[in-house]
């Protein structure tokens, strides 16, 4: 992170650690175009606009002492965080902050990110349930979250005890990377007994939050991360949950944000499937196998591609089946593995679009998805 990123960062660091309802804020930045706009608006503007006093109060001793105080200290300490090989901060109007995420009610000021950033624009797909699973949940999401990433999905979850941790392990058994978005800051890890896997997931693949550094969890942090989880992801997986398990949370919220919601069926006679079990009675897609996600899902993965003409006709030739940009993409990965960053500084492409045409070539069977990116298949004679 240079001089500038740091410049950038620092009004919406003191936007983000002033800790104003999330909808405030998001409603303040839109009016005046920017944090640093919002942070230099006169208390009689924002008054006239029904801002409260304790808001206010807040705005003016930031503009009074801008570099002193506990504000001036969070700012620093995030600052020094980003610092760091392999951390980033990506805010709201960040190229690299994660596009569907975007799209939901009420999305984060901005992501602590330990990782690929480049990954949060993949298409992605939620694994959670129950912390208490049976051994018959751990297998099915360790099952599903494998197959799932062998597709070319990304795995998303929670690093929660039971399908949430077996759904990223699933994952990374393939050398795939999966996602973990996290209830507590950035340099805390819970529950403690999965820190070596959030330590593998860092250098494989992504952990995410929105929570400032020093948070240690609480039973409210959970929801606001289960709708970052939804927000992420095409679709939401529950492969156990009872009745009142924070993965209905999640799947409620996938229904609000318009994502797909599938939920697997299991013994009467367990009290982690009933959850699902109501789920399926309100419309969730019942899932027995990879198909009856894929076949959900497939539309979505593939529309802008099918929009553009490619995929629909199978041609004699390589060169005549490829568009021009999957051509191009196509030549940026060699025989041997290339990253998703490497791709996305190469060819220009914003991450969505990228992804898009890399998961078409590989379903072409031109390319494939291995651990740390992706290796070019020997072409066909």
């Known amino acids: 992170m240079n001089v500038t990123d740091s410049k950038q960062l620092g009004p919406w660091l003191a936007l983000f650690h002033m800790s104003f309802p999330l909808k405030v804020s998001l409603g303040l930045i839109q009016y005046f175009g920017s944090p640093s706009a919002l942070l230099s608006a006169s208390d009689t503007e924002l008054e006239s606009l029904g801002v409260s006093e304790k808001i206010r109060a807040a705005i003016r001793r930031y503009q009074e002492h801008p570099q002193s105080g506990k504000l001036y200290d969070l700012i620093n300490a995030s600052l020094l965080w980003a610092h760091e090989p392999n951390r980033h901060l990506i805010t709201l109007d960040d190229h690299r902050y994660p596009p569907r995420l975007k799209e939901i009610t009420a999305p984060p000021l901005l992501l602590f990110v330990q990782g690929s950033p480049a990954l949060l624009a993949t298409p992605q797909m939620a694994v959670v349930g129950s912390r208490h699973a049976s051994p018959s949940g751990i297998e099915t999401a360790n099952l599903f979250a494998r197959q799932l990433a062998e597709r070319g999905l990304t795995i998303t979850s929670g690093l929660a005890l039971g399908v949430d941790g077996a759904s990223h392990q699933g994952a990374l058994m393939t050398g795939r990377p999966t996602i973990a978005v996290m209830a507590t800051g950035a340099d805390q ?8 896997l959030a330590q593998e997931i860092c250098q494989q693949g992504a952990l995410i939050t929105e929570f400032p550094l020093g948070t240690t969890p609480k039973p409210a942090y959970f929801p606001q991360r289960n709708r970052v ?19 209905l ?28 079990h109501e789920m399926i009675r309100q419309g969730a897609k019942l899932v027995e196998t990879l198909d009856d996600i894929l076949e959900e899902l497939s539309p979505q993965l593939l529309a802008d591609v099918q929009s553009s003409g490619q995929g629909s006709e199978v041609k004699e030739s390589e060169a005549e089946e490829l568009c021009g940009m999957s051509r191009q993409v196509l030549d940026l990965v060699s025989h041997e593995v290339t990253s998703m960053d490497l791709l996305v500084e190469r060819s220009g492409l914003p991450v969505v679009k990228l992804s898009q045409i890399l998961m078409q070539l590989e379903l072409d069977n031109r390319v494939v998805n291995v651990a740390g990116g992706f290796i070019r298949k020997i072409s066909r004679r």
Do not use: W
């Open 189 to 196: 890890v819970y529950p403690r007994r999965h820190f070596d």
């Open 229 to 247: 989880i939804s927000g992420l992801s095409l679709g939401v997986l529950v492969v156990e949950a009872a009745l009142r398990s924070g993965s």
């Open 249 to 276: 949370i999640t799947a409620r919220y996938a229904v609000e944000q318009g994502r797909e919601v599938f939920a697997m069926p299991g013994s009467i006679h367990n009290p982690t499937t009933k959850g699902c």
